[in-house]
C-alpha cells in the first residue's frame, strides 16, 4: 500500500482582486534536447499605477504590471509571460505606494511578500503548462514517488 502525505498551509489575507496574463510568447528552437540544460529566470514588476475599476462603484485600484522569463540555455526556447495585478486598499496608502514607486522604484514591504508569491505561483504554473505543449524540460523540480529500500535487521539472539 502507498501512502501520500501532502500538507500544504493556505493563508491569504491580501486585496488582491484581479490577476490577467496580458501577454504569453512561448518558443522551442531546436528539435532535439542534448547534455546540460540552464534554465535563467527573469521576474520584474515594470510599472505601478492607479487605475478606475467597476466594483460595486467606480473605485482606484493599483495595477502592478509585470513581466515573467524563462530561458532555456543554450538555445533551446524561452517562455515570456506579461500580465498585471489588481490591488485593492485605503486611497492614503495607495497614493503612497505609487509615489514609493515613482520617485525609487520601490513596493511597500507590507504587500511585496503577498504579490510576488502571487505572480510567481500563477507564473509558474501557466509556464508549466506552456513546458508540456513544446515538449521544454520542466524549469521547476517535479515531486516524485520513490520506492523506500528497506533494511533488512537479522536478530541475533
Known amino acids: 500500500m ?29 528539435d532535439e534536447v542534448k547534455g546540460n540544460i540552464n534554465v535563467k529566470h527573469s521576474f520584474n514588476i515594470k510599472d505601478v499605477r492607479e487605475e478606475k475599476v467597476n466594483l460595486d462603484k467606480k473605485q482606484d485600484v493599483l495595477k502592478f504590471t509585470f513581466e515573467f522569463s524563462l530561458n532555456y540555455e543554450p538555445g533551446l526556447g524561452s517562455i515570456k509571460i506579461e500580465g498585471h495585478l489588481l490591488y485593492i486598499d485605503e486611497q492614503k496608502k495607495m497614493n503612497e505606494m505609487v509615489k ?33 505543449d513544446l515538449n521544454l524540460p520542466p524549469h521547476l523540480p517535479m515531486p516524485k514517488l520513490t520506492r523506500e529500500k528497506k533494511s533488512v535487521r537479522e536478530y541475533i539472539g
Open 2 to 30: 502507498f501512502i501520500y502525505l501532502y500538507q500544504t498551509k493556505i493563508l491569504i489575507k491580501m486585496p488582491f482582486i484581479g490577476f490577467n496574463f496580458d501577454k504569453i510568447s512561448a518558443e522551442r528552437e531546436v
Open 100 to 132: 514609493g514607486w515613482k520617485k525609487e522604484k520601490k513596493i511597500s514591504p507590507e504587500i511585496i511578500q503577498g504579490l510576488f508569491n502571487t505572480i510567481i505561483a500563477r507564473s509558474n504554473i501557466k509556464a508549466l503548462q506552456l513546458e508540456q
